[in-house]
């Protein structure tokens, strides 16, 4: 337990449906991020938030849309996805601890299938 | 961030002791060094940080020489639960309120019995 929860764990959608996944952290950090990644792939970043502002958008399709209404809660909106958007998406938060020292807490994941 | 490279795999057996380099040549002054382990299906998790000389932790040892150009995770008597993909990182890229964590590949450890 990470204290960086991720719900739905999985997930199957057709390419018309529309769903979002949600990450909740009650750790007190100011920054939350979207990651994904796909199969035998590093991480990518996707969205950064920083006290519930994004700060990032790291030329992400707009068919995911992040959300924060505040500093416990990230939603990515997901709507007419493609089968490659079918991936794990991790949700992470942090908080910086000095210079050059920052530990990130990540979710368990959601594994998105697109069919 | 600096730039990091680790090994792309390993392998290893149970009960034998595992060390895992990552180079990382430019290194800046603040940067601390920081591993995370992953197993399938799931998000990263924190294993070990450091800035200098040796820290250890009930999970592993990372040690670093004086320099700071290279670092070695060490996970004593491994087991089949450790197969894993290992990721170090250096530094934070830290912007206004917020860093920026970026993976590379990572160095996939497989155990076997």
């Known amino acids: 337990e990470t204290g960086v929860t991720q719900t739905p764990r999985h997930l199957v959608m057709g390419m018309t449906n529309k769903k979002s996944l949600k990450c909740e952290q009650h750790?007190?950090?100011?920054?939350m991020y979207w990651y994904k990644q796909s199969a035998k792939k590093p991480l990518e970043l996707m969205f950064v938030?920083?006290?519930?502002?994004?700060?990032e958008n790291n030329s992400v399709p707009s068919r995911f849309s992040p959300e924060c209404p505040n500093s416990s809660h990230l939603f990515l909106h997901l709507h007419t996805l493609q089968p490659e958007d079918s991936a794990l998406y991790l949700c992470?938060?942090?908080?910086?601890?000095?210079?050059?020292?920052?530990?990130?807490?990540f979710g368990q994941g959601t594994r998105l299938t697109v069919v | 961030l600096a730039k990091t490279t680790q090994p792309i795999s390993m392998d290893s057996y149970e009960g034998q002791e595992v060390n895992i380099t990552c180079s990382h040549n430019n290194i800046a002054t603040n940067d601390y060094i920081t591993w995370y382990q992953q197993f399938p299906s799931q998000g990263p998790r924190f294993i070990i940080q450091?800035?200098?000389t040796k820290v250890t932790n009930e999970v592993a040892s990372l040690f670093i020489p004086a320099d700071r150009k290279s670092s070695t995770l060490s996970l004593p008597r491994v087991s089949l639960s450790d197969t894993a993909v290992y990721y170090c990182l250096v530094g934070d890229n830290y912007r206004s309120g917020y860093s920026t964590l970026t993976f590379g590949k990572g160095t996939m450890l497989l155990v076997s019995p």
């Open positions: 750790l007190g950090h100011n920054a």
């Open positions: 938030y920083s006290l519930e502002e994004r700060v």
């Open positions: 450091g800035y200098k």
């Open positions: 992470a938060s942090s908080q910086r601890q000095g210079r050059g020292k920052t530990e990130a807490f």
